[in-house]
């Protein structure tokens, strides 16, 4: 059984940085495919950024340039840096695995996930 525990939400201003970590438990040996994903009352949960086994990324068009997703080389903790924060970035943001080699950013890929983390950008 895998764990996912996310951390590193807050509130910032608009153009502000955050940085969000999910520490990875439960199965060390099995390498997985992780995401972020975020959602707010108002919206369907969407998918941000991806990172694959062999590290390829995919973002999401509305996040391109601002945020950053990576891991450290043992894969046990994902990050999302996200830069130029802004108020549409508010919501719960969450992080999720999947034991494929590749994963995206569609939700049902991911068996895997967190409780989430919440990020509040004020104007």
């Known amino acids: 059984q895998v764990q996912l525990v996310e951390s590193g939400g807050g509130s910032v201003q608009s153009g502000g940085s955050l940085r969000l970590s999910c520490e990875t438990s439960g199965n060390r040996y099995t390498k997985h495919c992780m995401g972020w994903f975020r959602q707010t009352p108002e919206k369907e949960r969407e998918g941000v950024a991806s990172i694959d086994v062999d590290g390829s990324t995919t973002y999401a068009e509305s996040v391109k340039g601002r945020f950053t997703i990576s891991q450290e080389p043992d894969g046990n903790t994902l990050y999302l840096q996200m830069d130029d924060l802004q108020p549409d970035d508010t919501a719960m943001y969450f992080c999720?695995?999947?034991?494929?080699?590749?994963?995206?950013?569609?939700?049902?890929?991911?068996?895997?996930w967190g409780q989430g983390t919440q990020v509040t950008v004020s104007s």
């Open positions: 999720a695995g999947a034991r494929f080699l590749r994963c995206g950013l569609s939700d049902g890929q991911y068996p895997y």
